[in-house]
């Protein structure tokens, strides 16, 4: 209904952690900080797998490198391995537990291309549905995402931790 209001509460940490100075995203705190708080669904000898914390879809992931590097020749082939195979681990997972319709995978190299964090090299690897775009999105500008972060997280680790147990 027009000029209902969308309640996003969540969005105003996004909006505020624009204005401050903005640490590395995929680099280790300073002071430790839980994995479930990060939203680390997994971690490699080289890479980790986190939910992104401001989705464009439901299951939104990230892979990254342990390593602060920005592009995929700075990585040794060992962990240029390992990314991609947990890049392929994720679509599997994302398909077989949303059944989604197709994903997006992808990687922005520098600012120029996109990247939001452009010194630490990052996948995004993003389920999708048919008619999952709506007029919200190409009109309003607006991401609806049917579902909350923990209740996602919570859906995808214990498959993540079966994963690893193989």
Known sequence: MPGQPLWAPWRMEYIEGARGPRGCIFCEPATPVADRERLILFRGRHVFVL?????YAAGHLMVAP?????????LDPEARA?????????AEILEEVYACDGLNVGANFGAAA??????????HVV???????????SIGEIRVIPTHLE????????????????
Do not use: I, K
């Open 51 to 55: 939910l992104n914390r401001y989705p």
């Open 114 to 123: 996109g990247a939001g964090f452009a010194d630490h090299l990052h996948f």
């Open 82 to 90: 390992e990314l991609f195979d947990r890049v392929s681990a994720c």
């Open 66 to 74: 342990n390593a602060h590097v920005a592009r995929l020749h700075d």
């Open 127 to 137: 389920p999708r549905w048919n008619g999952d775009v709506n007029f919200m999105t």
């Open 151 to 166: 209740r996602t997280y919570a859906r995808l680790l214990p498959v993540f931790q079966e994963r690893v147990a193989r």
